[in-house]
């Protein structure tokens, strides 16, 4: 009997998938759920039990939680990534190290063939299906769900059939959490002018007024919230738990799927939104405007290719290399301001603040040359237009 690797979210699809693959398919099912830091004990408890009833002959649980941030999230960052200048990739970007933990178990338990989920209207099928391509050509790829185009209805039908009537009450809104971020979806996303209500959003607003929050980086990493010591995914927990409290990083993303439709999605997303905000800042501080200007360049690049499902291009690791060397200085501690619904990145103090007053202050005072040298760059520097100008249409000489 073949061996199938399914992977598993506990949801309606894959589901179905489990008894689909075993009774239609004959294979030995097995499955896995990909934790990126969305699920919290008890919902993994519930999944692997769901999975082994429905006749999984094996399920792990994999958290890779750690790996997505120093292989995913620590370039978002250096990055200051936000895809069309909103949407921080919490989503895009876990899915592909799900698909690369997927494809790994699969090739650790002698799997002949991989399944997912996905349907055939968005972005996640490109991702997995790419990425068992690249890393496992070798293995079968099967889609039920895509490839059959079957309903809801038939689904739970389905599953009935064989003995499994659980209450597949569908919840109003589709929520899916990571530790970059979670999205929310529903029937006000499908369309334009459609506005999430308060109760879409996970979490509900506790505190009233200002807070300041302090955020203190290294090599543009984030190592200390309030000055306490923590590594960089216990910060992002932490400001995450600060901002859900105050509803901040609420937003919605418009924007072009792979397959080529516009996509809609609210999300929210308070550690990603304040620190890329914060590390931003850090840098205005202490990188030059060159820095500044080719970095931005090559990390928008790095974000369009990262949601296009492109990560194990090789030209992602040449872009990772570059934007590590630019964090070399981006150290210091950054204030924030957190009120309902709305943050702000107050000031900064770093080590290596290109504003340093040895060399002067802004419309105050220059100490590094004096305003004869002014006189003469600003004649070289306008040269070029003095000549444009003085040559008049018709002109002969």
């Known amino acids: 009997m073949k061996k199938?690797?399914?992977?598993?979210?506990?949801?309606?699809?894959?589901?179905?998938?489990?008894?689909?693959?075993?009774?239609?398919?004959?294979?030995?099912?097995?499955?896995?759920?990909?934790?990126?830091?969305?699920?919290?004990?008890?919902?993994?408890?519930?999944?692997?039990?769901?999975?082994?009833?429905?006749?999984?002959?094996?399920?792990?649980?994999?958290?890779?939680?750690?790996?997505?941030?120093?292989?995913?999230?620590?370039?978002?960052?250096?990055?200051?990534?936000?895809?069309?200048?909103?949407?921080?990739?919490?989503?895009?970007?876990?899915?592909?190290?799900q698909a690369l933990e997927w494809v790994a178990h699969a090739k650790k338990i002698g799997a002949s063939a991989l399944a997912h989920g996905s349907t055939g209207a968005g972005n996640d099928q490109i991702r997995f299906d790419l990425v068992c391509n690249v890393l496992a050509p070798e293995l079968e790829l099967i889609t039920p769900i895509r490839e059959l185009q079957i309903s809801r209805k038939d689904e739970i039908d389905y599953l009935k059939k064989h003995g499994f009537d659980f209450s597949w009450e569908k919840s109003k809104y589709s929520i899916n959490q990571g530790l970059w971020g979670t999205s929310v979806g529903g029937v006000e996303t499908l369309k334009s002018c459609g506005i999430l209500p308060q109760e879409a959003w996970p979490h509900q607003i506790e505190k009233e007024g200002a807070e300041t929050l302090s955020i203190t980086f290294e090599k543009g990493e984030p190592v200390a919230v309030n000055g306490i010591a923590m590594n960089p995914v216990e910060a992002i927990k932490e400001i995450n738990r600060m901002g859900h409290a105050y509803g901040v990083g609420r937003d919605i993303h418009v924007g072009d799927t792979i397959i080529g439709i516009k996509g809609r999605v609210g999300f929210e997303a308070p550690a990603a939104l304040i620190l890329i905000k914060a590390h931003h800042l850090l840098e205005k501080h202490v990188l030059t405007k060159w820095q500044q200007y080719w970095k931005k360049q090559l990390a928008d690049w790095y974000g369009m290719l990262l949601h296009e499902a492109q990560y194990l291009d090789p030209v992602m690791r040449n872009i990772e290399k570059f934007l590590e060397e630019t964090q070399e200085r981006v150290s210091g501690t950054v204030q924030v301001e957190l009120r309902p619904y709305h943050f702000s990145i107050l000031a900064c103090e770093a080590p290596y603040d290109l504003m340093n007053s040895k060399f002067g202050d802004y419309g105050e005072v220059n100490k590094g040359f004096t305003g004869m040298d002014v006189q003469g760059f600003t004649k070289i520097l306008g040269n070029q237009m003095n000549i444009y100008h003085s040559i008049k249409p018709g002109n002969d000489e």
Not at 29 to 36: D, E
Not at 56 to 82: C, E, K, M, P, W
């Open 4 to 97: 199938i690797l399914l992977a598993f979210s506990g949801g309606l699809d894959t589901s179905f998938c489990v008894p689909w693959l075993m009774h239609e398919k004959q294979m030995e099912v097995h499955t896995i759920l990909v934790n990126t830091g969305g699920f919290s004990p008890i919902e993994l408890e519930s999944i692997s039990n769901r999975a082994k009833q429905l006749g999984s002959a094996s399920h792990l649980n994999a958290d890779v939680t750690d790996a997505f941030y120093q292989q995913g999230i620590r370039y978002l960052l250096f990055g200051n990534i936000l895809k069309n200048d909103t949407y921080p990739l919490s989503v895009s970007s876990e899915r592909i190290f």
